[in-house]
Antibody, heavy 118, light 114 residues
Framework: ELQLVESGGGLVKPGGSLRLSCAAS????????VSWVRQAPGKGLEWVGR??????????DYAAPVTGRFTISRDDSKNMVYLEMNSLKVEDTAMYYC?????????WGQGTRVIVSS | DNVMTQSPLSLPVTPGEPASISCRSS???????????LNWYLQRPGQSPHLLIY???IRASGVPDRFSGSGSGTDFTLKISRVEAEDVGTYYC???????????FGQGTRLEIK
């Protein structure tokens, strides 16, 4: 089973930037669409964005609240997916999970916490 | 945007008893290929979510057969035939059509043991 490990979370001021990483245990991640899902403290799950596999164009899609501020990229040679977050807002505070799949999310990481606060 | 509405939001259950969670979509999730793009996830306390059911009714690998999913179009149900202590957590339904906004979760249903 594909293992995913997120990293890069931390405390950042409003307006700041952060880059999260998602490391996969095997090269099969190159065959997967990868999404980021977040969970604000005490709240439910919210899809953030996704990147398709290269064979499907490697294109990205984003949820409305993060469009224009967040960018997802991938480096299949390193089995890595990234979430670049700019112009961070207090409401971006959440646990961020990476997960694989197009029509359902089969593998999940343990999450990395992002706190946006002055 | 499509809205996913779960009920109940809180579900106290006695071990060994059945449980049922409803998920209603504001738009049909039945696609032209005949599949319903509706999934169920369980997030145990302090853990990441994991997949229980996909395409409305197919159990994910390793999921006990006491879990079952049913429904079509806009109304779906997750049933647990006999609740066990390890089933405690929050259950989410999620729609996954391939049109924006692509993926939407329900609010979550918190199952607790009485």
């Amino acid at each position: 089973e594909l293992q995913l490990v997120e990293s890069g979370g931390g405390l950042v001021k409003p307006g700041g930037s952060l880059r999260l990483s998602c490391a996969a245990s095997e090269s099969s991640v190159s065959k997967a669409w990868v999404s980021w899902v977040r969970q604000a403290p005490g709240k439910g799950l919210e899809w953030v964005g996704r990147i398709k596999r290269e064979i499907d164009g490697g294109t990205t899609d984003y949820a409305a609240p993060v469009t224009g501020r967040f960018t997802i990229s991938r480096d299949d040679s390193k089995n890595m997916v990234y979430l670049e977050m700019n112009s961070l807002k207090v409401e971006d505070t959440a646990m961020y999970y990476c997960t694989t799949g197009g029509n359902w999310f089969a593998s999940w990481g343990q999450g990395t916490r992002v706190i946006v606060s002055s | 945007d499509n809205v996913m509405t779960q009920s109940p939001l809180s579900l106290p259950v006695t071990p060994g008893e059945p449980a049922s969670i409803s998920c209603r979509s504001s738009q049909s999730l039945l696609q032209s290929d005949g599949h319903n793009y509706l999934n169920w996830y369980l997030q145990r306390p302090g853990q990441s979510p994991h997949l229980l059911i996909y395409l409305g009714s197919i159990r994910a690998s390793g999921v006990p057969d006491r879990f079952s999913g049913s429904g079509s179009g806009t109304d779906f149900t997750l049933k647990i035939s006999r609740v066990e202590a390890e089933d405690v957590g929050t259950y989410y339904c999620m729609q996954a059509p391939q049109t924006p906004p692509f993926y939407t979760f329900g609010q979550g249903t918190r199952l607790e043991i009485k």
